[in-house]
């Protein structure tokens, strides 16, 4: 395909979809003179750039739409039967556009209907607006401001379009014009099209990069000693670096996926008569771009069953009170990780009822079951195949296919799906996914000496349980249970479920539950080993294994095994339905009243340089971690740990305690924010709930006093001492001013990349958020364009743009200290410094100096504001 036409029919698509949304929002907003603007703008670059392409049926087509969008413009009445008539024209572009892409030509045919719609609705009502002057054949246009410096009116361009006979065309053209095209291609080149084959190549390279690193740095593990070590730590930045880059690179809005929404709800509310008004949140929000395509077609699913199911009919709204017009909401944010979209409606919500009878006819359950269960429960059952509740079956819905394969689709990306409904107040469908798909986070766990990955996503929390401890399996009617806080929690053995092994062999009653959530649904999958999380690379399942429910795919460890991905939804689904019917323990019969812990302490036990026993709030505990004593490092007389793209510093709960001198280290990891730090420990012994009370109160560092716990005399820890010794402004008034200096905005400007790079880690340290400018040009713009900044630095030295011309420019526009920065500090300069009005002077070299004056600038600032 000609690259002229490929580039043609890309931006065509995308300005379609703008307009489609555009268009919905203007019938809502029709005295919104932006969004009209916008849309024929659109309209009038699309039938342009038709005639330069010779492609006369779309260019007649988008010229009648914009003759029509022209009257609203004049001051015609925005009615729906116009707006309609425009998006149908708009969908027959498409499908010129679609038969263009296939056969590289315009498709026979004639649009004679349209056309004459869409002129005899153009001259229906007289132009409202003063009449336009013309000249020749070229409509003035009237500007809502005063064009800007190297700005073309449409004038211009129109008028530089007819006189151009094409490409080959050799016309002087004016200086505006000129400016305007190199305005143009300046922000033109900030981005480029990447076709999206080239992205998934270059994301299979950075995962089978990272399977490399995992390899090299399991080799690397085994050897004490080794000159590949500081390398390979190297390559594993650069690694993680990469795989972050090639990321955003697939990262898009979920917005781009909610485009057709409004459209579609638009359309649905007049084919149903019911009034119905969309709401979009956290368009912005980012994910995947293979994730993206996965969940667009749920979405719409799950809108139109709003649309159609939930929003009652206009009577039948006011008969109940509320207002004729229902909302249907869309909100998606971030969440640990993950996405979280929610659809909801202010509808009737689901008929519990109706759900129930349709369930006994399809032979899902029985009635006693149904007896069994909750409402939220049955509610779940809408998930099911052929499951419908509409009386009649419509174009719409009432065929019984739709949210089962919801339900499908978002099980194949790793997610999950909930409902709740309150019958007369609507209902609301929450999804979970992850970010993305290629490289995901996984704990791996072993069972009859296998292992295997599962995704984080689906963990809860770990639970070690043995038999005559607190945490123990227990039995009830032969089904294994765990007592957990103050519910049962139904379990499986991996090995059981997976047949592997001695079939003779009893299950274990030691090992470790990793306990998973599938919608509302808790249960337990016993493991006999947990080794460690790491990044897997998700490679596809063989075509012969698709058909096993417990695995979701494959992937390759670091020292080379190739190991099964396990699917939670699968096992959910294999050992009892636990998912679809949530019967759970009480589908046996013998759930139970458990006695309330409302007033016990979850506690930690450890040991740490002696055999007595130590406890700490298991509340403050982030993680629990063993990690290869190799990796501790020693700076000075602290332990350091290189942990998750950030060096933790490691304290000794005591002089006693002592680094491992090898295998592998244990450590209670703390953390607020972004800051963590480690406590050093011998063993993890166990964690219990009790109730506790510190009897003996102690005046050692560290130790808030002692208690009796599982019938041993039991320290009980400080963490806050230990706290402050990791950082010292963890507290306090040091800590509160590192937040108030993170709301400071600093505009750091040089032009040498090696001194910004140098000081840019520096004032972030310091706890401001820094952005940073390579010329006085660029920092003046940035300043100009709105960007809130607090504070400004910058070098005097500079080519074009000095420091004293930027301090001018700064003044002239906004307030704001600033600060100069010279390699020079002779009194000649100080002196020039202070007459140009500088709020203080330091030399480059003086990092410290700097920072005073930044933060005695930041505390001026703030007793100004008070």
């Given at each position: 395909?000609d690259?002229?036409?490929r580039?043609?029919?890309?931006?065509?698509?995308?300005?379609?979809?703008?307009?489609?949304?555009?268009?919905v929002?203007?019938?809502?907003?029709?005295?919104?003179?932006?969004?009209?603007?916008n849309i024929f703008r659109?309209v009038?670059?699309?039938?342009?750039t038709?005639g330069f392409?010779?492609l006369?049926?779309?260019?007649?087509l988008a010229?009648?739409a914009?003759?029509?969008?022209?009257?609203?413009?004049?001051?015609?009445?925005?009615?729906?039967?116009a707006v309609t008539?425009?998006?149908?024209t708009?969908?027959?572009?498409?499908e010129?556009?679609?038969?263009?892409?296939?056969?590289?030509?315009?498709?026979?045919?004639t649009?004679?209907?349209l056309?004459?719609?869409?002129?005899?609705?153009?001259h229906m009502?007289?132009?409202?607006?003063?009449?336009?002057h013309?000249?020749?054949?070229?409509?003035?246009?009237?500007?809502?401001?005063?064009?800007?410096?190297?700005?073309a009116?449409?004038?211009e361009?129109?008028?530089?379009?007819?006189?151009?006979p094409?490409?080959?065309a050799?016309?002087p053209?004016?200086?505006?014009?000129?400016n305007?095209?190199t305005?143009?291609s300046?922000?033109?080149?900030?981005?480029?099209?990447?076709?999206?084959?080239?992205?998934e190549h270059?994301m299979?390279?950075?995962?089978?990069?990272?399977?490399?690193?995992?390899?090299?740095?399991?080799?690397?593990?085994?050897?004490a000693e080794?000159e590949?070590?500081?390398?390979?730590?190297?390559l594993?930045?650069?690694?993680a670096?990469?795989q972050?880059?090639?990321?955003?690179?697939?990262?898009?809005?979920?917005?781009?996926a909610?485009q057709k929404?409004?459209?579609?709800?638009?359309?649905?509310s007049?084919?149903?008569g019911?009034q119905?008004?969309?709401?979009?949140?956290?368009?912005?929000?980012?994910?995947?771009?293979?994730?993206?395509?996965?969940?667009k077609?749920?979405?719409?699913?799950?809108?139109r069953?709003?649309?159609?199911?939930?929003?009652?009919m206009?009577?039948e709204?006011?008969?109940?009170?509320k207002?004729?017009?229902a909302?249907?909401?869309?909100?998606?944010?971030?969440?640990?990780?993950?996405i979280i979209?929610?659809?909801s409606?202010d509808?009737?919500?689901l008929?519990?009822?109706?759900?129930g009878?349709?369930?006994?006819?399809?032979?899902?359950?029985?009635?006693?079951?149904?007896?069994?269960?909750?409402?939220t429960q049955?509610?779940r059952?809408?998930?099911?195949a052929?499951?419908?509740?509409?009386?009649?079956?419509?174009?719409?819905?009432?065929?019984?296919?739709?949210?089962?394969v919801?339900?499908?689709?978002?099980?194949?990306?790793g997610?999950?799906?909930?409902?709740?409904?309150?019958?007369?107040?609507g209902?609301?469908?929450?999804i979970?996914?992850?970010?993305?798909l290629?490289?995901v986070s996984?704990?791996?766990v072993?069972?009859?000496?296998e292992?295997?990955?599962?995704?984080?996503?689906?963990?809860?929390?770990?639970?070690?349980?043995?038999p005559?401890?607190?945490?123990?399996i227990?039995?009830i009617?032969?089904?294994?249970?765990?007592?957990?806080?103050?519910?049962l929690?139904?379990l499986?053995?991996?090995?059981?479920?997976?047949?592997?092994?001695?079939?003779?062999?009893?299950?274990?009653?030691?090992g470790?539950?990793?306990?998973?959530?599938?919608?509302?649904?808790?249960?337990g999958?016993v493991v006999?080993?947990?080794?460690?999380t790491?990044?897997?690379?998700?490679?596809?399942?063989?075509?012969?294994?698709?058909?096993?429910?417990?695995?979701?795919?494959?992937?390759i460890?670091?020292?080379?095994?190739?190991?099964m991905?396990?699917d939670?939804?699968?096992?959910?689904?294999?050992?009892?339905?636990?998912?679809?019917?949530g019967?759970?323990?009480?589908?046996?019969?013998?759930?139970?009243?458990?006695v309330s812990t409302?007033?016990?302490?979850?506690?930690?036990?450890?040991?740490?340089?002696?055999?007595?026993?130590?406890?700490?709030p298991?509340s403050?505990?982030?993680?629990?971690?063993?990690?290869?004593?190799?990796?501790i490092?020693?700076?000075?007389?602290?332990?350091?740990?290189?942990?998750?793209?950030?060096?933790?510093?490691?304290?000794?709960?005591?002089?006693?305690?002592?680094?491992?001198e090898?295998?592998?280290q244990?450590?209670l990891v703390?953390?607020?924010?972004d800051r963590?730090?480690?406590?050093?420990v011998?063993?993890?012994?166990?964690?219990v709930?009790?109730e506790?009370e510190?009897?003996?109160?102690d005046?050692?560092?560290?130790?808030?006093?002692?208690?009796?716990v599982k019938?041993?005399?039991t320290?009980?820890?400080?963490v806050?001492?230990?706290?402050?010794?990791?950082?010292?402004?963890w507290?306090?008034?040091?800590?509160?001013?590192?937040?108030e200096?993170?709301?400071?905005?600093?505009?750091?400007?040089?032009?040498?990349?090696?001194?910004r790079?140098?000081l840019?880690?520096?004032?972030?340290?310091?706890?401001?958020?820094?952005?940073?400018a390579?010329?006085?040009?660029?920092?003046r713009?940035?300043?100009?364009?709105?960007?809130?900044?607090?504070?400004?630095?910058?070098?005097l030295?500079?080519?074009g743009?000095?420091?004293?011309?930027?301090?001018?420019?700064?003044?002239?526009?906004?307030?704001?200290?600033?600060?100069?920065?010279?390699?020079?500090?002779?009194?000649?300069?100080?002196?020039r410094?202070r007459?140009?009005?500088?709020?203080?002077?330091?030399?480059?070299?003086d990092?410290?100096?700097?920072?005073?004056?930044?933060k005695?600038?930041?505390?001026?600032?703030?007793?100004?504001?008070?």
């Amino acid at each position: 395909m000609d690259e002229l036409l490929r580039d043609f029919l890309t931006e065509t698509h995308e300005s379609l979809d703008t307009v489609d949304v555009e268009l919905v929002r203007f019938e809502q907003e029709p005295n919104n003179a932006e969004i009209l603007a916008n849309i024929f703008r659109l309209v009038h670059t699309i039938k342009g750039t038709c005639g330069f392409l010779g492609l006369p049926r779309l260019a007649a087509l988008a010229h009648a739409a914009e003759s029509l969008m022209g009257k609203f413009r004049d001051g015609m009445p925005v009615t729906e039967n116009a707006v309609t008539l425009i998006l149908a024209t708009l969908d027959r572009i498409k499908e010129i556009l679609d038969a263009l892409e296939k056969h590289q030509s315009e498709p026979n045919g004639t649009d004679a209907d349209l056309i004459e719609r869409l002129d005899g609705m153009s001259h229906m009502v007289a132009a409202a607006a003063s009449p336009t002057h013309t000249q020749g054949s070229l409509v003035y246009q009237v500007l809502e401001r005063p064009l800007k410096p190297g700005e073309a009116s449409l004038d211009e361009l129109e008028r530089a379009f007819r006189e151009t006979p094409g490409p080959k065309a050799n016309r002087p053209t004016s200086p505006e014009i000129k400016n305007a095209v190199t305005q143009e291609s300046k922000v033109v080149g900030h981005s480029i099209r990447v076709n999206v084959d080239t992205l998934e190549h270059l994301m299979t390279m950075v995962s089978e990069l990272v399977l490399t690193r995992n390899q090299l740095m399991e080799l690397a593990r085994h050897q004490a000693e080794t000159e590949f070590k500081v390398p390979l730590q190297r390559l594993s930045h650069v690694t993680a670096e990469l795989q972050e880059g090639v990321m955003k690179t697939r990262m898009q809005p979920i917005g781009n996926a909610w485009q057709k929404l409004p459209r579609l709800v638009r359309d649905l509310s007049s084919a149903l008569g019911k009034q119905i008004e969309l709401e979009m949140h956290g368009a912005e929000t980012e994910l995947d771009r293979q994730v993206l395509e996965m969940i667009k077609d749920p979405l719409t699913h799950m809108v139109r069953n709003s649309a159609d199911h939930g929003i009652e009919m206009p009577g039948e709204r006011r008969a109940r009170g509320k207002p004729e017009r229902a909302t249907i909401r869309l909100a998606a944010r971030h969440e640990g990780g993950h996405i979280i979209v929610e659809v909801s409606d202010d509808g009737r919500g689901l008929d519990t009822a109706k759900i129930g009878a349709k369930v006994l006819a399809l032979g899902l359950a029985t009635e006693a079951d149904l007896d069994k269960m909750s409402d939220t429960q049955i509610q779940r059952f809408i998930f099911a195949a052929g499951m419908s509740t509409a009386n009649l079956v419509t174009s719409v819905s009432g065929r019984g296919v739709g949210m089962d394969v919801v339900q499908n689709n978002i099980d194949q990306i790793g997610g999950t799906i909930d409902v709740k409904s309150v019958p007369g107040q609507g209902a609301v469908f929450t999804i979970k996914i992850p970010l993305t798909l290629a490289i995901v986070s996984a704990l791996i766990v072993e069972a009859a000496g296998e292992r295997f990955a599962m995704p984080q996503v689906s963990v809860m929390e770990l639970v070690r349980v043995r038999p005559g401890r607190e945490h123990r399996i227990e039995r009830i009617k032969n089904t294994p249970v765990l007592r957990l806080r103050n519910k049962l929690l139904p379990l499986i053995h991996l090995r059981k479920l997976l047949r592997i092994g001695d079939a003779a062999e009893r299950e274990p009653e030691s090992g470790f539950v990793v306990v998973t959530q599938i919608g509302p649904e808790l249960f337990g999958i016993v493991v006999d080993r947990v080794f460690h999380t790491e990044e897997i690379v998700v490679k596809p399942m063989a075509s012969k294994l698709r058909h096993i429910q417990a695995f979701s795919g494959n992937t390759i460890l670091g020292d080379g095994a190739v190991i099964m991905i396990l699917d939670p939804n699968g096992i959910a689904a294999s050992f009892g339905s636990v998912r679809a019917t949530g019967l759970g323990i009480e589908a046996a019969g013998e759930s139970e009243e458990l006695v309330s812990t409302r007033d016990k302490t979850s506690l930690l036990i450890f040991r740490a340089g002696s055999p007595a026993q130590r406890a700490v709030p298991l509340s403050l505990v982030t993680r629990l971690e063993e990690v290869d004593v190799r990796r501790i490092e020693v700076a000075g007389d602290r332990y350091l740990l290189q942990y998750r793209g950030h060096l933790m510093p490691l304290i000794r709960p005591g002089d006693c305690v002592r680094v491992k001198e090898k295998g592998a280290q244990p450590l209670l990891v703390f953390s607020d924010g972004d800051r963590s730090m480690a406590l050093l420990v011998d063993e993890i012994v166990d964690i219990v709930e009790e109730e506790f009370e510190i009897e003996v109160t102690d005046d050692r560092p560290g130790i808030l006093g002692s208690a009796i716990v599982k019938g041993e005399a039991t320290d009980i820890v400080d963490v806050g001492h230990y706290l402050p010794i990791a950082f010292a402004d963890w507290f306090g008034g040091g800590n509160n001013r590192a937040c108030e200096r993170m709301q400071r905005h600093l505009l750091l400007v040089d032009d040498s990349a090696f001194f910004r790079n140098m000081l840019v880690p520096v004032l972030r340290a310091a706890g401001f958020s820094v952005t940073a400018a390579a010329s006085g040009f660029e920092a003046r713009d940035l300043i100009r364009s709105g960007r809130k900044f607090d504070i400004v630095v910058t070098d005097l030295d500079m080519p074009g743009m000095d420091g004293l011309a930027l301090a001018k420019a700064v003044r002239a526009d906004r307030n704001i200290p600033v600060i100069a920065l010279s390699s020079m500090t002779t009194p000649e300069m100080i002196e020039r410094v202070r007459r140009a009005g500088f709020n203080d002077f330091v030399a480059k070299f003086d990092r410290q100096g700097l920072i005073a004056a930044i933060k005695e600038q930041a505390d001026a600032a703030t007793s100004r504001a008070a």
